[in-house]
């Protein structure tokens, strides 16, 4: 039987990357996020044999998921990426079939196309080069940043840039600098 820990938000309260990391750093355990309206729910998962997301995935999450630009994320935002979690846990999971705690890179690519990302294969190998380990498997943590990279990258922000809808987009160095270094 799962343990579980619970961790309050007092109302109004905003997310950081810190608390978020904070808040799931309690291996074998479910998170209980108690949230001013309703609560969210990310369970321990003795397959996924997960610490919780390193400190620098965190940051990645709320760069993708503050509007704002506060560093922050509110109770909507939270919301949307807690649901966005859960979905990509359930992908990771499907593919992972074996007892190890981690996807192999083929395994990888079609948990992406599942994620509803289309890439080329060499997309797909700069991918394995930045998020596999030297056995060529990825971890839950890597798998979420990988994620989140292609999210920011593929978000209503950047196809703001496809003018024409084309494909192509154009970019000075400082919008380029704008969308990348937050994300």
Known sequence: MPKYSYKYSPL?????SERLQSQTQ?????VYLF???SYSVFPADRDLNTEGFSLESCRSMIA?????GTGQLNLQEFRHLWNKIRQWQ???????TDR??????YEMRNAINDA????????????TIRYANENMNIDFDSFVSCLVRLEAMFSNHTCAFDKDGDGTISLSVLEWLQLTVYT
């Open 12 to 16: 109004g309260c905003n997310v950081s």
């Open 26 to 30: 309690i291996p074998g355990h479910a």
């Open 35 to 37: 949230l001013p309206t």
């Open 64 to 68: 993708l998921m503050d509007m704002g």
């Open 90 to 96: 359930g992908i990771f999971k499907h593919y992972k």
């Open 100 to 105: 190890s705690s981690s996807i192999s890179s």
């Open 116 to 127: 509803g990302f289309r890439l080329n294969n060499q997309l797909y190998d700069i991918i």
